[in-house]
């Protein structure tokens, strides 16, 4: 068996375009899975304590459970309630609601980071619920979580293959079905694995980067916040 | 509740339960050899481990399952699919384990080696009865998160025909329908193996650490 270069050109740019639907599905997600996770995240902190416990049984339900079954649930089970939507959409939810588990974590321990003094102060000063979580308390939660943000938004991009599976024309959904027609799975399934390494690698150096950056400029912050303080 | 499912819904299960202790065990072989190779002094060591541990956890575990599967045979390497799944999930989750292992060994406190260097004694001793034991305090917790991971994983394996839990599943909705039921049931079914897990791997995690004693954080 040997590598066919002609075959892999001639299948290249298919696969550079049913990347787009992997993009598609990534961020989709990654925007869906960035904004539930953050609700989520308020409940478990602000809503009255048996709402807030339900919000935890989520989040350790969705954890411990595998994407493909969530996925295949959503597709079968939603049309049966009238929520008939295309495939990309379900898979689209299922990745987000499945990360929304992930990053409502995240989210957590970043609102915790906030020191008290900051919730006080907002209550010193009269600022209402919603003012101290926008003003206050997120702006100073999410500058130091968005590394592990960044790399759930990489794990979610090596996830988006699932949605094959629900008959989604992704990256590797495309390669299998030509291979399926070629019966040649050496070269398409090559170059799905390199599209993955060529984009991942590089973002998981890029967010490493920012993790560092960022570890410093708290640093230096908060030496300039002892100095104030002397 | 729809009792009739889960006979074959726990046939399934036992075998997730294998391909997941299987697949840990070698994961855990592959981790510390990636990780500690990655500390390697030597140049060529650290390179072999370093594409091995970047390959794996920078594509898709799906695609590296799917790549065994098709690509094996064609070089003549025939399978059955228990062994590719162990063989993709243990090289996959091995190479995302190399990096806690890496992690674990450098929180170790450099005293430590220091005093076995000064003691004379052998790099491979300090490192078995030395660093090693520390570190795997250290190991452990990510360890534990990654074993659910794991689990979590296993079910990919059905879509390279293994009669495992989630393929159970598909094979019932097949053959009755009762799509909500069943995969409730499966869902259900994973939690009730991941639970367990985790309790499972805090008693270890307090047990070694009182063994070795030092602090997880320490």
Known sequence: ?230 | MPFDLLPPLLGGAVVTLALTFTSAGLALILALGAGLGRLSRWRAVRTVAAVYVEVFRGSSLLVQLFYFFFVLPLIGVRLPPFATGVLALSLNIGAYGSEIVRAAVQSVDPGQREAAIALNMPTGLALRRIILPQAFVAMLPPFGNLLVELLKSTSLVSLITLTELSFAGRQLVQQQGRVSEVYLLVLLLYLLMAYPLTRGMRLVERWMARRVGVGAGS
């Open chain 1, 1 to 230: 068996m040997r590598f066919d270069l002609d075959y892999a050109a001639e299948i290249t740019p298919l696969l550079l375009r049913a990347t787009i639907t992997t993009f598609e599905a990534t961020i989709g997600g990654m925007a869906l899975g960035l904004i539930v996770g953050l609700l989520i995240a308020i409940v478990r902190f602000a809503a009255p304590p048996p709402i807030a416990r339900l919000a935890g049984i989520y989040v350790e339900f969705v954890r411990s459970t595998p994407l493909l079954i969530q996925l295949f649930f959503l597709f079968y089970v939603l049309p049966r309630y009238g929520v008939s939507t295309t495939p990309l959409v379900t898979g689209i939810l299922a990745l987000g609601l499945h990360y929304s588990s992930y990053t409502a974590e995240v989210y957590r321990a970043g609102i915790r980071g906030v020191p008290t003094g900051q919730w006080e102060a907002a209550i010193a000063l009269n600022f209402s619920p919603s003012r101290t979580w926008t003003r206050i308390i997120l702006p100073q939660a999410i500058p130091p979580i968005i590394p592990p943000l960044g790399n759930y938004l990489v794990a979610m991009f090596k996830d988006t293959p699932l949605l094959a599976t629900i008959t989604v024309s992704e990256l590797l959904g495309t390669a299998l079905s030509e291979a399926g027609r070629t019966y040649r799975y050496f070269e398409p399934l090559t170059i799905v694995g390199l599209i993955f390494l060529l984009l991942s690698y590089p973002s998981a150096i890029l967010i490493k980067r920012l993790e560092r950056r960022l570890a410093t400029e708290h640093c230096s912050v908060a030496g300039r916040g002892a100095r104030v303080q002397g």
